[in-house]
């Protein structure tokens, strides 16, 4: 049986910037993942581009039962250590919008990046390695469809079981409560949500239209676009409320941020009363969803459209209740929410409060980013400060 100092279970963000981290500092390190490729999810990131960071990336944007949990990983490996290493590299990079950093080229960069560090730090990386049981005792031992493996230290690095179609499992949770770790309540996050009745025959007719809104639910919100789906909603606005939306709760939608929009339809019957609704809305909407929603006033000019008609259309454009039916679930969502209770780990190193020498990292911790680049810097995060206790 082979020794190493430490066994890392999944070569993901987490997981190899761990595996960099610990080889770097001399131990002995083995990477075993069960995929042909390692970081298959970074390389599918950001649309191939890999948005690896977000400059703002404080312990206010991450969901958890314990919100102070992330702060300790967050302020250690910040936004600019990661950028220091990016630079490092000479790859280039670039700011999309709202913080998020994505690579001018491909991230693939970013994957032969963290390659390039593990080469350095001289770990084993095996991919395409199946992992058939895990065990403790003296230490910890892996066996492999290649063999079997000791180690006093054991890294669950698998992630969540988001996106399974890419070889994603909650492996690391049924190992994390073999060795008696909690998991929290869990559910797919930064996920599309589906809608029924009369508004998902509106949402298909509108598919692929995208607007800039603001998506409320209870006392979150986010100002991005929400876009119209086949199967209801999508957009970075919806994606982003998703993680905070429950069964059963509504979500409010504004699709005209900033403007009071009673005041604009009054001030076009005014100043435009031959006008259409159609035109009128079609200023402040895309054409496809204006002309849609003036189907729903009286043919004509504004000049016959009541004024409390507009009130209606006015209040429907501000603050439109929408009832979600469900979410897109796993297999499309972009994270999961919830996982290892972060109350049994150690927020300064990720090692298991009770069972000494084993690290949890990552997605698969109950710690979940917004959308543009949050789970990536956890990723590294947590991956570098256990990297750095082992
Ligand atoms: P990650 O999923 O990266 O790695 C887990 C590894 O474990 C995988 O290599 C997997 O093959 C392996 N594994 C799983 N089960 C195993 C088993 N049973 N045995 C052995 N190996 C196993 N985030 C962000 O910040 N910016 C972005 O641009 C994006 N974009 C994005 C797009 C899409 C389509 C998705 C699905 C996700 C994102 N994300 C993102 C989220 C981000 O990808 C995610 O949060 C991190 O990859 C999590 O890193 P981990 O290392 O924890 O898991």
């Excluded at 430490?6 to 770097?24: D, K, R």
């Excluded at 970081?39 to 039962?65: E, H, M, W």
């Amino acid at each position: 049986m082979e020794a190493f100092d430490v066994i890392i279970l999944g070569a993901g963000a987490a997981g190899l910037m761990c595996a960099a981290i610990a080889g770097q500092r001399g131990r002995r390190v083995l990477l075993l993942d069960h995929a042909d490729k390692v970081g298959s999810k970074i390389l599918i990131s950001g649309g191939g581009r890999c948005n690896f960071t977000n400059v703002d990336a404080k312990p206010d944007r991450y969901l958890s039962q314990n919100p102070h949990f992330a702060k300790s990983a967050l302020s250690r490996y910040t936004p600019r250590d990661f950028i220091d290493l990016v630079e490092k590299h000479g790859i280039k990079y670039h700011e999309k919008t709202l913080g998020q950093l994505f690579c001018d080229g491909s991230a693939r960069e970013i994957v032969a990046m963290l390659m390039d560090e593990c080469a350095i730090g001289g770990v084993d990386v095996q991919a395409g390695c199946r992992i058939t049981n895990v065990s403790g005792g003296e230490g910890f031992r892996v066996e492999t469809d290649r063999g079997s493996f000791h180690a006093p230290n054991l890294v669950l690095a698998t992630g969540g079981p988001s996106i399974p179609k890419m070889g994603a499992t909650s492996f690391a949770w049924q190992v994390a409560k073999r060795f008696g770790l909690a998991i929290t309540e869990t559910r797919p996050a930064l996920v599309p949500l589906t809608v029924d009745g009369e508004l998902l025959r509106f949402c298909q007719q509108m598919a692929g239209v995208a607007v800039d809104s603001v998506a409320r639910c209870g006392k979150q919100s986010f100002r991005e676009a929400s876009l119209f789906t086949h199967r209801g909603l999508s957009g970075p606005a919806i994606l982003q409320i998703s993680s905070y939306w429950r069964e059963g709760q509504a979500i409010t939608l504004d699709l005209l941020p900033g403007l009071d929009a009673l005041e604009f339809l009054k001030d076009r019957k005014r100043e435009r009363p031959k006008a259409e609704a159609k035109s009128v809305l079609a200023e402040i909407l895309p054409a496809r969803l204006a002309s849609a929603l003036s189907d729903r006033l009286p043919l004509g000019p504004m000049a016959n459209v009541q004024d409390k008609l507009l009130a209606r259309m006015a209040a429907q454009l501000k603050s439109w209740e929408i009832h979600p039916s469900g979410s897109e679930g796993y297999a499309k969502a972009e994270v999961t929410l919830g996982g290892i209770d972060t109350n049994g780990l150690s927020s300064k190193t990720m090692e298991a409060k009770a069972v000494p020498g084993l690290y949890a990292i990552g997605e698969a911790v109950d710690v979940t980013g917004w959308l543009g680049g949050y789970n990536f810097q956890w990723a590294w995060a947590s991956g570098w400060v256990a990297g750095q206790s082992i």
